[in-house]
């Protein structure tokens, strides 16, 4: 798979080895062309105007959101709500199921290996209801732990809160498995973070049995400002608004109002129309590619970086063996501090992320203060892994160490 | 795009010197009966710093840190207690303000001034690595703290 000819920036720098994906991806020339093409060809405001060029700004930001419900294995597209991101996704849910329904002795979990943005919203949503907020713990290389999960899950569980995949170490989570032991064990929704999964394997929301799923558009070829949440229809009919403002109205009496139906009722403002048509364009190139392919392409790329970074002496990788992670090579390297090898690698032109991954819980029950982190994706190739390596030998050699 | 940190660059960055400051610090632990007890972390990296102050009037008598980090935070700590100690708090202000200057790239390390500022002078290459002045300047934030908790006691 040869596709760095797609992507301008990587183009444009040949010597550019990306592999920060995890954290944003890298926008095709077909991506940049429709938000471009929005602009120039249908912008209006969607909804409002009587003229048709507003109706054309509807009917493609219709059309975008029919194309990645799609995608995503979503029949209903009026239950996919677009929003900024995952994690606005995560917060609508917090802020609107849960303060409606979360009450005083209720319990909410979530995993050590969850993102601070599948955490946060809901140890705050527990501390303003006084309800129990509970975390997961893990197995030693990283899985949640099930028994314990299991240990954790009563009538009282109102919210279970996980990641489908773990964007510090890649970790893929048994999505199956947890929904069935929430199903049998309480009467939770369960609220899957797909900021990971989304982009890099088929997802098919309706065969999930899970009840809220939220995805970043940045993260799977998108510009950065749209995603999205899916939910179930009964439970986003029963909600109350998010956000309250233009578009989201039925009628705005003096006293009261009353909403307007799904997808709009949690969409208040203009929505951002242009990204949504522009992730779109995201969805129909992945498919052409087809998910699948995309995923072994990622596999391939991880067992070659997983058998390469284990020849180096004193590195260590963390998380579950290859075949039971996405893209994501999480590691230290000695005492080389990921910061000290993160700088090193950039001046190789290596893109890493070093730091905690936005996982603090997870980082203090792996007892380190942060690991680095090597994420791959479509257009990465084995010329990138070569180039990591070089780099992660220079940095050992800037640092002193001497092969026995 | 802000172009990569050229090799003679990252060089520059990883002198001997930080080095061997990053493997043996210097004043690293406790103080058993300090004045002025601070805990600072950078939330970006992880990188956290506890630094300890022991007073004698209005001087640094004896100061020692502790935590976890990258070399640079590392280094730049270690330097540091070994330069203010025995110094007056206006004395450690004053120095303070030239190795921030120092670390945003406003002064070189030639300077007149910025010679009393020793073997932190190391650290200038750090001035072309923007993401990285943090770390330089978490081990002076905390001491910064630990001489305000001195002045307000």
């Known amino acids: 798979m040869n596709l760095r000819r797609d992507f301008p920036l990587l183009a444009n720098n040949p010597g550019l080895h990306y592999l920060d994906s995890a954290a944003t991806s890298q926008k095709p020339t077909v991506v940049l062309d429709a938000l471009r093409d929005f602009y120039e060809t249908a912008n209006a405001n969607p909804h409002r105007g009587a003229y048709s060029l507003s109706v054309r700004a509807t009917e493609c930001y219709h059309q975008a959101r029919v194309r990645i419900a799609q995608f995503l294995g979503v029949r209903d597209s009026d239950c996919l709500i677009f929003t900024r991101g995952t994690t606005e996704g995560l917060n609508l849910v917090a802020a609107s199921w849960g303060m409606a329904n979360v009450a005083s002795g209720d319990e909410i979990v979530v995993t050590a290996l969850d993102h601070h943005a599948n955490f946060v919203p809901w140890q705050v949503l527990a501390l303003r209801k006084g309800a129990k907020f509970r975390v997961c713990e893990l197995t030693p290389d990283g899985k949640i732990d099930l028994d314990f999960l299991g240990g954790m899950l009563n009538r009282k569980t109102r919210i279970v809160a996980f990641s489908h995949v773990s964007n510090a170490l890649g970790t893929i989570n048994p999505l199956v498995e947890i929904a069935r032991m929430v199903r049998e064990k309480t009467d939770a929704i369960l609220v899957c973070d797909g900021a990971q999964s989304a982009p890099h394997f088929p997802v098919s929301f309706d065969s999930l049995n899970i009840d809220f799923y939220a995805f970043s558009g940045h993260k799977m070829l998108g510009p950065m400002g749209i995603g999205g949440l899916i939910g179930n229809r009964a439970m986003l009919e029963e909600m109350p608004p998010y956000q309250t403002g233009g578009d989201m109205i039925e009628f705005v009496h003096d006293e009261r109002t009353t909403w307007n139906v799904l997808p709009h009722k949690f969409e208040a403002g203009t929505p951002n129309a242009a990204n949504a048509v522009a992730l779109a364009a995201a969805v129909e190139y992945l498919d052409k590619i087809g998910m699948d392919r995309v995923l072994e392409h990622e596999r391939s790329l991880m067992s070659l970086a997983q058998e390469r970074l284990t020849a180096i002496e004193g590195l260590h990788i963390y998380g579950p063996a290859p075949a039971e992670r996405s893209g994501v090579v999480s590691f230290t390297m000695n005492d080389v501090h990921p910061h000290d090898l993160a700088t090193i690698l950039d001046g190789e032109g290596v893109c890493i992320r070093a730091g905690h991954h936005c996982a603090q819980p997870l980082m203090r029950r792996l007892d380190v203060p942060a690991t680095a982190r090597a994420s791959f994706y479509v257009y990465n190739d084995e010329s990138d892994i070569d180039a990591l390596v070089a780099g992660i030998i220079k940095a050992r050699e800037i640092f002193g160490y001497v092969p026995a | ?153």
């Open chain 2, 1 to 153: 795009m802000s172009q990569p940190n050229s090799s003679a660059e990252i060089s520059a960055l990883y002198q001997e010197l930080i080095l061997d400051h990053y493997r043996r610090p210097r004043n690293k632990g406790t103080l058993e009966k300090p004045d002025a007890s601070v805990e600072m972390k950078n939330p970006l990296c992880g990188d956290e710093i506890g630094l300890q102050v022991e007073f004698d009037g209005n001087a640094v008598h004896d100061v020692r840190f502790s935590g976890r980090g990258c070399s640079i935070s590392q280094a730049s700590a270690s330097m540091m207690t070994q330069l203010v100690k025995g110094k007056s708090t206006q004395e450690i202000d004053a120095l303070r303000n030239q190795f921030r200057d120092l670390m945003l790239g406003v002064t070189s390390p030639s300077g007149e001034e910025e010679s009393k500022l020793g073997s932190l002078r190391a650290l200038s290459g750090v001035a072309r690595f923007p993401a990285r002045v943090k770390c330089a300047l978490l081990a002076w934030n905390a001491l910064d703290n630990a001489l305000a908790e001195r002045r307000s006691a």
